[in-house]
């Protein structure tokens, strides 16, 4: 069920009671949690902090504090399952959900209060009514007809048991036959497609505000939430430009609203026009456009051409090479300054028109001044990319210490990791068009990581894997001459564990589309139930598939005889 009054239902039923807080390993989840942990120090509540990556991280943890605690908290999982069906929860524990991921389980949708949803009802679009899927006298009629079935003797022909039922009965369940294939229709229509829905942590600023606990520390964290949306196109970009103008206000309001007046310490948040340049700021002008997805696909960078016309923009802008290829803040003061308006003056000439976008700065000292992308790609290289010893709770926490300002080393050090994964996945998407890797099986283009290749170990991780898709369709449609390019679909695959001898396979829609809805998790749990390969669909994005290596031929044949 829906909550209506957050404040009154979910923040104040929460004072006094212990709660287990259940946080699913991604960038919106982190900030989202971090803005809770702020209100939840105000009523000097006590939690339990649990960091899952799929569905049976997340059987786990309940199973663990199941006997302690009744009040439960998911941020960004359990939306999309059953809950009641899948955990089992005595009848006192209840579950407050706060989850991006679409569809919504219907069952939770219309628990009886054991399951509580901390979004509105108009952000799940299309949900059937509830007599279209749900009958009361469900049970009543199976029994009925299992009497009648059971007490009539076997010999019994079929046209004598249709006159015992009698005319009233046939009837019942004529009607029950069309009910169900409407309800199978409506189900289809409904999760056909997975999406994300806004930022779970806008919802949480969003209580916080009307709180009046807000402050710019917990309004960046809100940015960098939805940044990452608009980074891993989760989101459609009209959607991010709602929600960048609702944030913008919340700037504003918050300006002047400090009592650090001192300039190395007081934060300030800006709305500004930015690049489309990776980290730029902690780089090398040069190296950003080189190996960033924007610049890279307009200028066809991986080709000795595409590195020509990168030196003629340069030329143009009046840029020389030695200061193009020192740190940003090491050039020249005055390029420096010119450069964002140099770009936008040559965009035209070298295609590349909306290469600035909207977007909010963090600067706090003299020197420390991010972007909120840059965040976002620090935090995703802290969560997937380095230390692969540790364990997920410690990559989870040093994220989480990420966003502090006290904690600055952390994210600097993550920065630099983040060029290298950027610099990997250009090499990655060169080696791909060279050695004509990107194959076309008809109804979708697919792409293989191979084992041993450049890096492979990177794309095991969802988000780095995410980032590779979007390179690979982008650079598959300017380089194909098939006419068709931009109206198919991708799919990705990567080794994920050597060990067990599993592939992670992703899809995402095709680029004409324009739409994030993706309709691969249902087509990929069909393919599997076709070839009866042992498939793990772990995760909370049905996007997401994890499949043994052996049987990816097959499963591959399977989703173009789906497709076709």
């Not at 104040?12 to 946080?23: H, Q």
């Not at 009040?71 to 960004?76: D, S």
């Not at 936008?344 to 909306?354: C, N, T, V």
Request: proline share 2%; aromatic share 12%; net charge negative.
């Amino acid at each position: 069920m829906y909550l209506e009054n957050l404040k009154t239902e979910f923040y104040e039923f929460l004072t006094g009671k212990r709660i287990c807080l259940i946080v699913n390993f991604d960038i919106d989840s982190i900030c989202t949690c971090k803005i809770l942990q702020s209100l939840l120090k105000y009523k000097q509540i006590t939690y339990t902090l649990a960091v899952v990556q799929g569905i049976s991280d997340l059987k786990g943890v309940y199973q663990e504090n199941a006997d302690q605690v009744k009040c439960f908290v998911l941020i960004n999982c359990g939306g999309t399952i059953d809950l009641i069906d899948v955990l089992e929860p005595e009848d006192d524990v209840i579950f407050f959900v706060l989850d991006s991921h679409r569809p919504t389980d219907l069952c939770n949708i219309y628990s009886n209060g054991q399951i509580r949803l901390l979004w509105s009802p108009d952000d799940d679009s299309d949900v059937p009514e509830f007599p279209d899927i749900f009958r009361e006298d469900e049970s009543d009629e199976e029994d009925d007809e299992e009497n009648l079935d059971e007490s009539g003797d076997e010999a019994e022909g079929r046209a004598a048991k249709r006159r015992r039922l009698g005319e009233e009965a046939i009837m019942k369940r004529r009607e029950r036959r069309l009910w169900e294939a409407n309800r199978e229709k409506i189900l289809f229509e409904y999760s056909q497609f997975t999406y994300y829905a806004k930022a779970s942590a806008l919802y949480m600023f969003d209580l916080a505000w009307k709180l009046n606990k807000d402050d710019k520390d917990l309004l960046w964290y809100t940015i960098v939430a939805l940044t990452e949306q608009m980074i891993f196109e989760k989101i459609e970009h009209t959607q991010y430009v709602l929600e960048t103008g609702n944030l913008q206000a919340h700037a504003t309001r918050l300006l002047n609203r400090t009592s650090d007046t001192d300039n190395l310490t007081s934060l300030k948040i800006a709305f500004e026009k930015d690049l489309k340049l990776v980290l730029y700021r902690h780089w090398s002008i040069e190296a950003s456009l080189k190996y960033s997805m924007f610049t890279a696909v307009k200028l066809k960078l991986w080709s000795i051409r595409g590195d020509k016309r990168l030196h003629e923009l340069l030329a143009d802008m009046g840029f020389p090479l030695v200061q193009s290829r020192q740190n940003y803040l090491s050039m020249d003061l005055q390029l420096r300054q010119e450069f964002p308006s140099a770009i936008e003056k040559f965009s035209e000439k070298y295609g590349l028109g909306d290469i600035e976008y909207a977007t909010f700065t963090m600067s706090y000292g003299y020197r420390n001044k991010y972007c909120a992308a840059d965040v976002v790609y620090g935090m995703m290289t802290l969560l997937e990319a380095v230390h692969q010893n540790k364990k997920m709770e410690e990559l989870f926490q040093s994220a989480l210490d990420c966003l502090s300002r006290s904690h600055r080393h952390i994210l600097s050090g993550a920065i630099e990791k983040a060029k290298g994964i950027t610099m990997s996945l250009f090499k990655t998407i060169q080696a791909a068009l060279d050695m004509k890797k990107i194959i076309s099986a008809g109804p979708f283009i697919y792409y293989i990581v191979q084992e041993g290749g450049l890096d492979w170990y990177l794309f095991a991780h969802q988000h780095i894997l995410s980032l590779l898709a979007q390179f690979i369709i982008r650079a598959y449609v300017v380089m194909s001459r098939n006419r068709k390019a931009s109206s198919l679909p991708l799919i990705v695959s990567a080794p994920k564990s050597v060990e067990n001898g599993t592939c992670i396979v992703l899809g995402i829609p095709p680029l004409c589309e324009n739409s994030p809805k993706n309709f691969f998790g249902k087509a990929f749990e069909q393919a599997a139930q076709r070839t009866n390969c042992d498939t793990n669909c772990d995760y909370f994005d049905t996007a997401y598939f994890e499949i043994p290596t052996k049987d990816r031929t097959h499963f591959l044949d399977a989703l173009t005889a789906l497709l076709s």
